[in-house]
């Protein structure tokens, strides 16, 4: 695979004739229309429920997307603590005790406006107007039309509530969390018990949050069900500005370095009335979807107010005592909170391209559709394809593949046109394809078929397990580069 951020000169790529075609027969043109059709197509997402007709921004990941998800939270993990020793993780629940959310000051905190269309019966963000489609009018925003009849705003709190126990009573009411952080700040002192950290030094959750949104939408960007990677990093208090630029410019890198192209990604600092009641400082990481820019993380300095509220309303003295010096403090928090849903949107949506290639052994063009992903977030890293289901061909292909697992995610693919399977792996962005031929029953060689430049060379079965890993962990750029 190159390394170079050129994209690979590809003799098989013809000469583009679409609009929104790039010189080199790439396409730039990325809606959310194709990312929704590809993710169903290929057993990536689909809509939850949907022979029920689907619950409103609920969806169920397929086997793809399980894979590629994955992917995206291990290379998380990786950077959190593979590749760091000042972080440890942790796993809490997600329904908590209700004090919890009264210290954090979610009961009364955590809302957004909600305004109803008495005509429509809808409801929306009353901060979101002018964002959002009147419910029978969708060329208008709620409230243009004439026929629109609007409610007063009002907060409307974004937890969702249950019961703890079989019968809801008084004293068991319980919610299902917002978020993953408030579960490692709780958890803070049993940390510094079993961990032997001493500040600065993190805590890193990956888990599921649940929040009520009004207005949902535009796929699995915002959805009510959601996953979070989150981390705490509990910091002196004179350093906390030093280290929050520092996990500012380590985020964004995170994302470069597993292929979004820089362009696509940016640091915007919220304004002052942006600010949660706890941040002095919140920055997001932006990435340019087909909606627009919009927040794949964000970074913020949560200073001491979440260890303070919890040791106020527990009784429990969170805080940090220095044996060197003597002292005693209460640690500012510096926060990277990312989403794995947005953050692997993100990846299918910048590896997402189309080009014209010649048609195998026709000579003729055709429009192929893949996902350049990085090797290392690729569902799949290789597929192995017999060329013809006959001759021996399969059941040497079956070794090659049994070979080949136990180092890669690898998959056997032996039904329809070798064609047809070649476009099939590149919609699920595997990077390497093998393919067992007649000379392969010969010499056992097999044919290496490099998902981005579609180059082949003639690969020994022998090590080949070895290699295709080497070739994953290798250092890669994004051919989109151009």
């Not at 126990?165 to 969390?177: D, I, Q």
């Not at 600065?200 to 888990?207: D, E, L, N, W, Y």
């Not at 080497?470 to 580069?481: D, G, H, I, Q």
Request: charged content about 30%.
């Amino acid at each position: 695979m190159s390394e170079a951020g050129a994209r690979p000169h590809n003799p098989d790529v013809l000469s583009p004739d679409a609009p929104g075609a790039q010189a080199d027969g790439s396409s730039d043109v990325v809606t959310m229309e194709k990312i929704v059709a590809l993710c169903k197509r290929r057993g990536f997402v689909f809509p939850s429920s949907e022979i029920y007709g689907g619950v409103g921004s609920t969806y169920d990941f397929g086997h793809y997307g399980v894979l590629l998800k994955g992917n995206v939270k291990h290379e998380w993990w990786r950077a959190m603590l593979q590749e760091r020793d000042d972080i440890v993780a942790i796993d809490s629940a997600i329904l908590q005790h209700p004090r919890v959310w009264e210290a954090s000051g979610h009961l009364t905190g955590f809302t957004d406006p909600l305004a109803d269309c008495r005509t429509c019966g809808q409801r929306f963000r009353a901060d979101h107007l002018q964002e959002l489609q009147c419910g029978r009018k969708p060329s208008k925003h709620p409230g243009e039309a004439e026929e629109c009849s609007l409610t007063a705003a009002r907060d409307f709190n974004l937890m969702f509530e249950t019961t703890i126990g079989p019968v809801k009573e008084s004293g068991a009411t319980a919610y299902l969390r917002p978020e993953t952080a408030q579960g490692i700040f709780i958890n803070f002192k049993n940390v510094l018990q079993f961990a032997r950290k001493k500040p600065p030094f993190g805590i890193a959750q990956v888990g599921k949050s649940f929040r009520n949104e009004i207005t949902p939408g535009n796929f699995i960007f915002r959805t009510r069900e959601f996953e979070q990677m989150e981390m705490e990093y509990f910091v002196p208090p004179p350093e906390a500005q030093e280290w929050f630029s520092y996990w500012l410019a380590e985020r964004e890198r995170w994302y470069m370095n597993l292929g979004i192209r820089p362009d696509h990604l940016r640091l915007r600092a919220h304004e002052q009335d942006e600010l949660s009641h706890y941040s002095s400082a919140t920055s997001d990481v932006e990435y340019l979807f087909p909606i627009g820019w919009s927040e794949l993380e964000g970074i913020a300095n949560r200073g001491d107010y979440d260890l303070t509220r919890h040791a106020e309303f527990s009784g429990e003295k969170l805080e940090y005592f220095d044996q060197g010096t003597g002292e005693r403090y209460v640690p500012h928090v510096i926060e990277p909170a990312a989403g794995a849903d947005r953050a692997t949107l993100a990846f299918i949506v910048d590896a997402y391209d189309e080009e014209l290639v010649e048609r195998e052994g026709t000579g003729q063009g055709e429009r192929r559709t893949l996902l350049r992903l990085h090797p290392r977030l690729a569902p799949v890293k290789a597929a192995v394809l017999p060329l013809v289901s006959k001759d021996g061909q399969p059941e040497l292909a079956r070794e090659v593949y049994h070979a080949v697992r136990g180092r890669v995610q690898a998959e056997y693919d032996g039904g329809g046109a070798i064609g047809r399977r070649y476009r099939r792996q590149d919609e699920i962005g595997t990077p390497f394809c093998i393919t067992i031929d007649h000379q392969s029953l010969e010499d056992r060689t097999v044919t290496l078929r490099d998902r981005d430049s579609l180059a082949q060379e003639r690969v020994p079965i022998e090590g080949l397990g070895e290699e295709l890993e080497r070739r994953v962990n290798a250092p890669w750029r994004t051919p989109k580069l151009g």
